[in-house]
């Protein structure tokens, strides 16, 4: 799946919605920002390192083994760096994930959820997203509209904010 609008607009409620009605429901819902990830650490949170690859690293299991029977989802995908995009798509085709300095392939079932507020169609010209990864990923096409275009639901944020806030106190 693949669900596109601004920020704000409810891509990750969305996205958990969609895990928590789905025969996956009773597994992992993993969420990770790709914005967020530095480039130099991305490869051992998404796929998972061995211990000794680096000095004082532990074995760490990534993120989309983690996902496992469950739902990944992969917030703003449009930052990830083509290297990163390629071990992606590798991922989704072999449905397998190798571990950095890992000598053998861990099978994994997953959904992948992306979302992303960039036009990857845009991007795919810019060469700054592949085309195929983007085939792959947006088998279901959601586009959230911005708050501004459903002021009806600004009364039902407002009370739920209201309702979190008097909850806190």
Not at 58 to 80: N, Y
Not at 88 to 112: F, H, K, T
């Amino acid at each position: 799946v693949l669900i596109t609008g601004e920020n704000g607009t409810g891509k990750e409620l969305s996205a958990r919605a969609i895990h928590y009605m789905s025969p996956r429901r009773n597994k992992a819902f993993v969420a990770v920002n790709c914005a967020a990830l530095p480039e130099a650490l991305i490869e051992s949170e998404l796929f998972g390192i061995e211990k000794g690859v680096a000095t004082g690293v532990d074995r760490r299991v990534g993120r989309i083994e983690s996902a496992h029977g469950g739902t990944l989802f992969l917030d703003e995908i449009g930052d990830l760096s083509l290297a990163a995009q390629a071990k992606l798509l590798r991922v989704l085709q072999a449905r397998e994930v190798e571990w950095v300095g890992g000598r053998r392939p861990v099978a994994v079932d997953i959904r992948l959820i992306a979302a992303t507020n960039k036009d990857l169609k845009e991007e795919i010209q810019k060469g700054a997203f592949r085309q195929d990864l983007y085939f792959r990923i947006r088998g279901v096409s959601v586009t959230l509209p911005s708050l501004r275009e459903r002021p009806e639901d600004i009364p039902i944020l407002a009370e739920h904010f209201l309702q979190e806030a008097v909850a806190e106190t």
